[in-house]
């Protein structure tokens, strides 16, 4: 009998050993990923998995951060929080490209979340938005700066990441205007592999607009405008810019049926290659 119970204490100290062991590892695990993210950055653009909406994170070797639109809700945060590490309290700059809800809807969790540097907007203050407005008057009582969208200005990111603003095409500060899909923050991302067209809800009229200002945009990559809508993405844009490669941001089996197959269709018929963020569970990154 002793020596059964001599063995019932040796097996119990090993499961303490096992279970520390095990218990030890996925802290070493979950410490070396949380190091990684915070001190081992990369230049970096992240395609965000937020459902029906909108939102990229751009990330620089150095520790800045940018993140262009927010998504619909506060899915943002926890996908944030998959790019970033659990500790990350720091934003640099959020770009609201427009009003849609499904593009500033995840701001406010972001401003309570993360000490946030300065907020652009492309000024439009829809008086029928009072969601939208609440926004803006957190925001200032955050007393976060909030600039306003103004074409051919130049954001950079780090040594070598560098966003050009081609629309708003006009001053629109405080400007009342219920739809403001055309007047979208566009912009060009460039750095040193990649130039990334970014066109929020722009549609066909404003791409036109765009391209007659700057013929000669040079682009691999492409954001479709409105989640892949048919009043985006024109046969004219792609035939100009011959991109390599098209984002498309929505929602699995969304209601507005995004994209529209009339979009895939020309894409596909150009050779382009398309990828979807809705098929990745963290969103799509790309180097830069």
């Known amino acids: 009998m002793p020596y059964c119970i001599f063995g019932i204490k040796i097996l119990r100290n090993m499961k303490i050993k096992i279970i520390i062991f095990i218990i030890s590892f996925i802290i070493f695990i979950a410490g070396y990923r949380e190091y990684n993210l915070l001190f081992n950055s990369k230049d970096k653009i992240t395609f965000l998995?937020?459902?029906?909406?909108?939102?990229?994170?751009?990330?620089?070797?150095?520790?800045?951060?940018?993140?262009?639109?927010?998504?619909?809700?506060?899915?943002?945060?926890?996908?944030?929080?998959?790019?970033?590490?659990?500790?990350?309290?720091?934003?640099?700059?959020?770009?609201?490209?427009?009003?849609?809800?499904?593009?500033?809807?995840?701001?406010?969790?972001?401003?309570?979340?993360?000490?946030?540097?300065?907020?652009?907007?492309?000024?439009?203050?829809?008086?029928?938005?009072?969601?939208?407005?609440?926004?803006?008057?957190?925001?200032?009582?955050?007393?976060?700066?909030?600039?306003?969208?103004?074409?051919?200005?130049?954001?950079?990111?780090?040594?070598?990441?560098?966003?050009?603003?081609?629309?708003p095409q006009n001053n629109l500060w405080e400007q009342d205007i219920r739809d403001d899909n055309s007047e979208s923050i566009v912009m060009l991302l460039r750095s040193a592999k990649n130039s990334i067209l970014l066109t929020g809800d722009a549609d066909e009229a404003t791409e036109g607009k765009i391209l007659s200002q700057y013929p000669q945009l040079d682009v691999n990559i492409l954001k479709a405008g409105h989640h892949g809508s048919k009043t985006s993405t024109s046969d004219k844009l792609l035939d100009a810019i011959t991109p390599q490669q098209v984002i498309i941001s929505a929602g699995a089996n969304n209601s507005y049926n995004h994209p529209h197959p009339d979009i895939i269709n020309k894409i596909k018929k150009r050779n382009i290659r398309i990828q979807e963020v809705k098929n990745y569970m963290t969103g799509i990154d790309i180097l830069l």
């Open 49 to 167: 998995n937020v459902g029906q909406g909108d939102s990229s994170l751009i990330t620089s070797k150095r520790g800045h951060r940018i993140i262009v639109d927010c998504g619909p809700n506060s899915k943002i945060t926890d996908q944030l929080e998959s790019k970033l590490g659990f500790w990350a309290r720091r934003i640099d700059m959020i770009i609201i490209t427009h009003g849609d809800k499904d593009h500033y809807g995840g701001c406010r969790d972001i401003i309570e979340k993360y000490k946030v540097g300065k907020v652009m907007i492309n000024g439009v203050f829809d008086s029928k938005n009072q969601d939208y407005k609440s926004l803006l008057e957190l925001i200032q009582a955050k007393e976060i700066q909030i600039l306003p969208s103004i074409k051919d200005t130049y954001i950079t990111l780090g040594d070598s990441i560098e966003l050009h603003l081609l629309n």
